[in-house]
């Protein structure tokens, strides 16, 4: 329960759009290297209406701060999931 509403807390600390939290939430999980939370952020995106070419995008800005190599492997993780719809 408190860990919900730590979450519902923090989504409602500034005027990010549900959209551009989203969005946010994907980029942290690529730059942490975590491809579980980017298959979670890309599935929840996707049911909230987020297209999966602005999905991908995040995995196309990742080229600059964190590399090549680690904004192909954010794509192949994002695909996994957009593939499949």
Partial sequence: D??????????EAGKLTARERRLVKLALAIGAVSEGAVH?????GLSEGI????????????IGPLGLPRAV??????????DKS
Avoid: K, M
Wanted: aromatic letters at 6%; charged letters at 15%.
């Fill in 51 to 62: 297209s999966s070419e602005d999905l991908t995008q995040v995995s196309l800005l990742a």
């Fill in 73 to 82: 492997a954010a794509g192949t993780w994002i695909s996994d999931i957009t």
């Fill in 2 to 11: 408190a860990y919900s509403a730590l979450g519902a807390a923090t989504a």
């Fill in 40 to 44: 979670s952020h890309t599935r929840r």
